[in-house]
């Protein structure tokens, strides 16, 4: 009994609003699955989606979100790594080719064929959403999928950022925009790889719930008169991280994390703030040993394991969770930069 029709949240043009609207249901391709998406995490990828922040286009109209957990209800018939009734989740690779060099190196982020949910397909932010079935997310059936909802990318993608930025365990980690989404999570994977973590972001709120999912230390950027010089009176003999994840969406941290990395230390790229350039000293680069990476979210691989941290339950996250169609309220509070965590929609709401 899949409905012919159904509701979802809808970018019409480019700077949205998100209209919430009746749209058919779509038919699963031979290789392809349908979620019943129960639940879907807010990723800041969805607003800048929106607003076209990012030199790449989006598909119009756009059903965004990418973080969407739920029940396979259908399945092509060359479907095999599924069945009808299980759990899982569409996350923001949607697919890939899986023939070309990346792909077949496990890189299939990299792939120039990927299709991307909420961004080049139709992702979450509906009640039936399709993907490519070698690409869905494996739930567990004993997971809470209102819980899980955000490790399918903003958990993925730190957990990579962290293995990327080779900390090993015992050192420490910065993480800027910690009080975000992506920052609650990347707090709650560094405490499970056993590295410490200094939390980065602004006002009080964002730092109490910091040091609550465990952080060592918090820098409110906000507020600190020095911030090089807090972030290194964190750590031990002074010296700086041994890795920083950049999360936060503004350009100004990651000019900062050059001056404060640990020498021989690594920068790890990850938040994408619309037409922001990474500038750093070619000679603090030289003679400190820097080393600078991107990370974009995670192959099939990564995605299993930082499933398993969860399954663990070894990542706790305390999420806020509203009906779909309130979701241009959750995109109001996003930009005004107001949301600890994460929020996560019912799509039954
Ligand atoms: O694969 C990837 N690379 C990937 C995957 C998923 C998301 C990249 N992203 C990108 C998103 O597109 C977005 O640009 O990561 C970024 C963070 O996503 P999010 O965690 O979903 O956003 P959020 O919840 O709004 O958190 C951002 C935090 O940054 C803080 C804000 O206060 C907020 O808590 N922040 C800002 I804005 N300026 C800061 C500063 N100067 C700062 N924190 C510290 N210092
Ligand atoms: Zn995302
Ligand atoms: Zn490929």
Known sequence: EIPEQQWAQVVEKKGGPVVFKQIPVQKPGPDEVLINVKY???CHTDLHAMKGDWPLDTKLPLV?????AGVVVAKGELVTEVEVGDYAGIKWLNGSCLACSFCMQADEPLCPHALLSGYTVDGSFQQYAIAKAAHVAKIPKECDLE?????LCAGITVYKGLKESGARPGQWVAIVGAGGGLGSMAIQYANAMGLHAIAI??????????????????????TSKDLVADVKAATPEGLGPHAVILLAVSEKPFHQAVDYVRPRG??????????????????DTVIRMITIKGSYVGNRAD??????FFARGLIKVPLKTVGLSKLQE????MEE?????????????
């Open 40 to 42: 879907s995490g807010v």
């Open 64 to 68: 965004g979100g990418h973080e969407g």
């Open 147 to 151: 819980a899980i909802a955000p490790v």
């Open 201 to 222: 972001d602004g006002g009080e709120e964002k730092g109490k719930s910091c040091r609550e999912l465990g952080a060592k230390a918090y820098v409110d950027f906000t």
């Open 266 to 283: 690594t920068i790890i790229c990850i938040g994408l703030p619309a037409g922001a350039y990474f500038k750093a000293p070619v000679f």
């Open 303 to 308: 995605t299993q394991e930082a499933l398993d």
């Open 330 to 333: 959750v995109y109001d509070l």
């Open 337 to 349: 930069g107001k949301i600890a965590g994460r929020y996560v929609v019912d799509t039954s709401k």
